[in-house]
């Protein structure tokens, strides 16, 4: 590193849900942490998302008389998974993750509630917390909020572009200013917390061959950099051919419409007026089944009961604000509006529980976040004072799009933060 170098206990690369999470944790130690986020203010994936993080015993749960377990919840990840999640990874976010929850609602303020009224696919029980906004936005806002009161240091508009390695450890990273500049910061420990590879399209073209060319819903900053430094640096990669893909990304608003509508009865036809796949799998490896259509499209088609249902959540009411939801008063009417045939959708719907008037919205498949990273053990770490977690790091939906069991995202994100906050030493 430089001469004068400033140094800090623990740099932490990226200021989603799992670096302020990392650090909210690491100054309940008394240790000194460094947030360096490329964005002018904290997004990440985690604004994202619908800020939902599942958990498994969690005081919120129980208050519910939710009855629920870690090994329930690995489980359910495992089956989704086909067994093909790493054990140590599922075994030790299961556990982590509903004590990082209650320490952040009784200790930083984080006021979690237990969303209600559905199941999402794979879960046996109810078990998404979520926030009263129910945005990904509203979580990272209270995450940074809670950092800033704990004495985390946050930098803006720091984009990492490089981590310094004397051969047996990491010694401090190297970041780019908006104006061109470059600074240094040493560490006695890093945690990469910063971004999958989603958003670089070589890499999808690669790695995840079925997505070639679909919508990105992520974010720019998961531009695959924690992958090009583990590979520079000689570091094990896990998973990379798992990801979070999402079967109702409305076109052309580009909005996220929600898969509670899907699983509380909903169906999706293609162009021809066609169910396609079975919507209660997952919303994950709906976007292949989506993709696969004329088209690349598809249309989500809900009644009265489930427009209300929508409603409730914040990114439906500004899709429909956007025009994305289309009102059909019968069969004839919602056919006209898909451009199929009247006969064949009244044959599709006549298999359903759904009831005129309808509303429908043009949906495709969009690639959210990918879910392989860099190999770590259950601390979370990859080799000597490198920690890694959320989109850096092997995730726990194995290696597949069929592997994501909702909420995979966040629960890395979550638990692997307050890990390697617990496991760091510097």
């Not at 079925?210 to 640096?233: P, T």
């Not at 490896?285 to 696969?292: G, I, R, T, W």
């Amino acid at each position: 590193m430089p001469a004068g170098t400033p140094a800090v206990p623990v740099a932490i690369v990226g200021a989603g849900a799992c670096g302020l999470t990392a650090a909210i944790f690491l100054r309940e130690r008394g240790l000194d942490c460094v947030l360096l986020e490329r964005d002018a203010t904290p997004q990440g994936s985690t604004a994202l998302s619908s800020g939902f993080i599942p958990a498994a015993g969690t005081r919120v749960q129980r208050a519910a008389g939710v009855d629920d377990s870690a090994a329930l919840f690995a489980a359910d990840i495992q089956r989704k998974a086909h067994d093909t999640a790493a054990p140590h990874l599922v075994k030790a976010y299961t556990e982590a993750i509903a004590p990082a929850l209650d320490a952040l609602q009784e200790r930083h303020g984080l006021a979690f509630e237990l969303l209600d009224g559905f199941l999402y696919p794979g879960h046996s029980v109810r078990r998404m917390h979520t926030l009263a906004a129910k945005t990904g936005a509203a979580l990272v806002g209270a995450l940074a909020a809670a950092a800033e009161r704990a004495g985390a240091m946050l930098v803006t508009n720091a984009r990492v572009h490089e981590l310094w390695w004397n051969g047996e450890r990491i010694v401090g990273v190297g970041y780019l200013r908006p104006d061109g500049g470059v600074e240094h910061l040493a560490c006695g420990a890093l945690l990469l917390a910063c971004n999958g590879f989603g958003g670089n399209a070589a890499m999808v073209d690669d790695l995840l061959p079925e997505m070639r060319g679909a919508v990105f819903g992520g974010h720019a900053g998961n531009d695959g950099s924690a992958i090009a430094w583990a590979r520079a640096l000689g570091l094990e990669l896990a998973d990379l051919g798992g990801y979070q893909g999402h079967g109702s990304w409305a076109v052309p608003q580009g909005a996220l419409i929600t898969w509670a509508l899907m699983m509380e009865g909903g169906v999706q036809v293609n162009a021809e007026g066609q169910r396609f796949h079975d919507e209660t799998q997952g919303y994950s490896e709906a976007a292949v089944h989506v993709l696969a259509q004329p088209g690349r499209t598809a249309w989500n088609v809900i009644d009265g009961r489930l427009l209300a249902l929508g409603r409730a959540f914040p990114d439906f009411v500004d899709a429909e604000a956007h025009g994305a939801v289309k009102v059909a008063a019968d069969v004839p009417a919602l056919a006209a509006l898909i451009g199929c045939d009247a006969d064949t959708l009244r044959a599709t719907l006549a298999g359903t529980q759904l009831e005129a008037p309808y509303a429908a919205v043009k949906v495709t498949g969009a690639l959210f976040h990918t879910q392989g990273g860099l190999a770590v053990d259950a601390r979370c770490n990859a080799r000597a004072n490198l920690f890694a977690a959320g989109g850096a790091a092997r995730g726990v939906s194995g290696n597949a799009v069929w592997g994501y069991l909702s909420g995979n995202g966040l629960l890395s994100a979550v638990a692997g933060g307050y890990i390697a906050a617990r496991e760091m030493n510097a």
